[in-house]
């Protein structure tokens, strides 16, 4: 199933943000300090008047890959119903192209070890060692891809 992948507001995804990404977890709010930087756009897919997917994506430097011009990767999210659909996929498409059109060398992620699978997938390599995130409680590893 092809989605259109479009730029929302941040009060359109928040909803679906703190759905998916607080469940459990020792912070309860979704609101990333990154949400107020000038760039940022928030991609994602509606079904009818519904988000179900959600992304967000700015420009900072990989602290991995210091000196590279980079987009950083957030929020990454698909309701539980659809996941597995081809959804996250195509939103990684879309930041792809936008990375491109932004002319940076590189994306990149804090991905949850729960998704590496998902990132490898979309052609992302782990980069550093494992780490604890304290909004999560999870362990993550950063994760990039080159453009
Ligand atoms: C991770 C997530 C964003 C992926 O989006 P999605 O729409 O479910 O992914 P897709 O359907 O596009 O899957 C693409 C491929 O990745 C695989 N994949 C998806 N999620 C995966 C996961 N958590 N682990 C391993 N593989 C995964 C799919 O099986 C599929 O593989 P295939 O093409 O070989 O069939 C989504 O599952 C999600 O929101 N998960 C919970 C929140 C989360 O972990 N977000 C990431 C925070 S860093």
């Given at each position: 199933m092809t989605q259109e992948v479009v730029a929302l507001t941040l009060e359109d995804i928040m909803p679906l943000r703190v759905k998916v990404l607080?469940?459990?977890?020792?912070?309860t709010h979704c609101n990333y300090?990154?949400?107020?930087?000038?760039?940022v756009i928030h991609l994602g897919v509606k079904n009818e008047s519904t988000v179900v997917g959600t992304s967000s994506w700015f420009r900072k430097e990989c602290p991995d890959l210091v000196g590279e011009a980079a987009l950083q990767l957030k929020g990454m999210a698909v309701d539980d119903s659809l996941q597995g659909s081809g959804i996250g996929v195509q939103i990684i498409a879309a930041g792809l192209a936008l990375a491109t059109e932004r002319g940076v060398s590189i994306v990149w992620a804090r991905a949850r070890d729960s998704a590496l699978g998902f990132y490898l997938r979309c052609g992302f390599a782990e980069i550093g060692p494992g780490y604890m995130d304290e909004p999560t409680g999870m362990p993550h590893h950063n994760v990039y891809r080159r453009i």
């Open positions: 607080r469940k459990d977890t020792p912070v300090p990154e949400d107020t930087y000038e760039d």
